[in-house]
């Protein structure tokens, strides 16, 4: 292990001796990936003058307000398929005949794609109008008009050979080669921790990739449901979302029930004529299924589609092969949305709580204990969880508890989803920043001891209240839903995951104490902070738990000389 370790690290260390314990005051940020304003405010330090708990004042987005801005932003939105030697200029002359252009980037991804943000929605059908459906040759093509289009050269013997270089934009995280790189240069662990989250938090682009297949999805469910919106939910958009990660997706049909207020002549109320299903999980199965179908079938770039309808949340994935996204598309789950405006309100209330949950979640996918695969592993959501926790516990508390985001709710706040209360304050404005200014290194260090003796075997954990409460059943791990309060989120979580996770950050909590206490020798070449803690785990859980059973047979094998000694003198005495 350890010879692996310096291998990785021969180039990189050399500069490790540049870290120095500078502890800086931390920046309140004053945007996330998913507010329009995120992108120019992108090349701000992470770590500045401004402390947290300082009054700088700039009116944050609401949620819902981001979301819709996005929204019409992917509506005028168009995903092309380019040649390779493609000319920027004539690229966008040529597109320009369609109504003028708001903004366009490239990105590669097997293959060279462009987004092109038109400044008005009927540039879209003009666009269209002038596009022609091509024949397939040997194959028959399904006439479908979407956003998604094919750039071909008309002649292409007559395009320049070598047009000027066209500026990529990244879709993915840093490899681990380069982040480590990163890591060993820092100055300090908070340094190290803001370096992760501005390498691997979802970029202005990205967000952008992500809305516009949104839309595109949406019209392709508007053939059955013309009135229908697909948003994104989860990580894409809570401030949460690293570059690669999964793109959760919400088919909005619009709430039943309400009746419409717009004709109030006379005593009438028209109603839709409707076919009904014995329950709402059946409908949400039947929906799902044709969407599913017609994704299949019709929807251009939507490969290896898969209908899981017996899933606790039934949901249709496919991969949408032209943004490399992995895409999960559920209804009828208007809570998680709540769930994902929740923490998109933590996130975003102090720049410490991002930096602290990307380093947490790579540190676990570092260890396997989170994975891609569903099983008996820790979520990034429950790990979010726990960050969140953790900082409503510390003096003075980081984040406020729900309860606490509850009282400052006003009436328009208001908010019941299927029986539950789900009313916070929704503009972040109202929210009084905290005046604690704990430096992230030692917020990570205490996060690992905290948990590393959390009594998980007693206790739950409530972000609603902010404190541990006697746990109503006998899961391993026990996560308050904040919403659903009966409903456990970690409820899959094995107790030899959850040991594994205990095991190893007790074993980051020492790694930490150790440089703390080591001398700070600039010849002291190894990976350092947040680096090491990233490296696989030196006591790994099977050498731990082979340390514990012949710490257990050592003491057996104690006890019973010690017995057989004091036999032996209780004869000897005898005699
Ligand atoms: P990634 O791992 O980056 O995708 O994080 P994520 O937060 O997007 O998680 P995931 O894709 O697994 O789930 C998407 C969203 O569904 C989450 O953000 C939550 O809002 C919600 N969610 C996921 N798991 C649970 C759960 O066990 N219970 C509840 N109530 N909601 C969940
Ligand atoms: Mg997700």
């Known amino acids: 292990m350890a010879v692996r370790r310096a291998g990785l690290f021969t180039r990189l260390i050399l500069c490790a001796h540049r870290r120095s314990r500078v502890q800086r005051p931390v920046l309140r940020l004053l945007s996330c990936p998913g507010t329009v304003a995120e992108g120019l405010r992108r090349d701000e330090p992470l770590s500045g003058s401004a402390e947290t708990g300082s009054e700088e004042k700039t009116p944050e987005k609401k949620f819902f307000e981001v979301q819709n801005e996005r929204r019409d932003q992917a509506q005028r939105t ?15 002359k040529y597109l320009s005949q369609y109504g003028p252009i708001n ?53 292409p013997s ?6 000027a270089a066209i500026q990529f934009s990244n879709q993915l995280p840093p490899s681990s080669r380069k982040l480590f790189d990163l890591l060993c240069c ?15 938090e979802v970029t202005e682009e990205n967000t952008k990739l992500r809305y516009l297949t949104c839309s595109l999805i949406e019209d392709i469910a508007a053939a059955y449901f013309p009135d229908c919106t697909v948003r994104p939910f989860g990580s894409s958009v809570n401030t949460f979302g690293k570059l690669g990660c999964d793109l959760d997706m919400f088919l909005d049909l619009g709430e039943t029930g309400k009746p419409s207020t717009d004709k109030t002549l006379g005593n009438f109320l028209m109603e839709f004529q409707m076919k009904s299903v014995p329950s709402e999980r059946i409908a949400t199965q039947k929906i799902l299924s044709v969407i599913g179908e017609c994704l299949d079938h ?27 996204f992995q895409c999960d598309l559920t209804t009828n789950n208007r809570i998680a949305l709540k769930s994902s405006e929740l923490l998109y309100i933590y ?38 969880m726990m960050v969140i926790f953790f900082l409503q516990r510390r003096s003075p508390p980081i984040l406020p508890t729900l309860d606490l985001l509850k009282t400052l709710a006003d009436a328009e706040d208001k908010c019941m989803i299927e029986g539950n209360n789900c009313t916070f304050v929704r503009d972040l404005n109202r929210i009084h920043p905290s005046g604690n200014t704990e430096t992230l290194e030692l917020l990570l260090k205490e996060f690992f001891e905290y948990f590393g003796n959390f009594a998980f075997n007693k206790y739950s954990l409530n972000i609603r209240q902010g404190k541990e409460q006697n746990k109503p ?12 309060t009966s409903l456990n989120i970690s409820k899959n979580v094995s107790q030899s995951q959850l040991q594994k996770f205990v095991d190893l950050a007790r074993e980051s909590a020492w790694i930490l104490q150790q440089e703390d206490q080591g ?30 059973s012949k710490k257990a047979a050592s003491e057996r094998v104690k006890n019973l000389l010690e017995s057989i000694k004091k036999n032996r003198t209780e004869n000897l005495t005898s005699t």
């Open 78 to 92: 168009v995903l092309i398929h380019c040649p390779n030697k493609i000319s920027e200029k004539k690229f966008l």
């Open 103 to 155: 903004n366009h980037f490239f990105y590669e991804s097997f293959g060279l794609y462009a987004v092109v943000e038109f400044c008005q929605k009927e540039s879209i059908s003009s666009l269209q109008n002038g596009t022609h459906t091509p024949s397939a040759g040997m194959e028959a093509a399904i006439p479908f008009r979407s956003r998604f289009f094919n750039l071909k050269f008309k002649n």
């Open 158 to 163: 007559h395009q320049a050979s070598e047009p």
């Open 186 to 200: 820092a100055k300090s662990v908070d340094d190290q921790l803001n370096t992760l989250l501005k390498e691997f």
């Open 298 to 324: 019709f929807g251009p770039g939507c490969v290896g589609v898969q209908k899981i309808l017996n899933a606790r949340c039934p949901l249709v994935r496919f991969s949408h092969q032209p943004s490399g």
């Open 347 to 384: 996130g975003s209330l102090d720049s410490r709580v991002r930096a602290l949950v990307f380093s947490i979640r790579s540190w676990a996918r570092a260890h396997s204990l989170t994975s891609s695969i569903p099983g008996a592993w820790i979520t990034n959501f429950s790990l979010t």
């Open 473 to 484: 059943d006998s899961s391993p791990l026990y996560i308050q839903n904040p919403f659903e």
């Open 519 to 548: 001398p700070q020798s600039p010849s002291n070449h190894q990976p350092w902070g947040l680096a090491a803690l990233l490296l696989p785990s030196r006591v790994s859980t099977k050498s731990l738990a082979k340390k514990k």
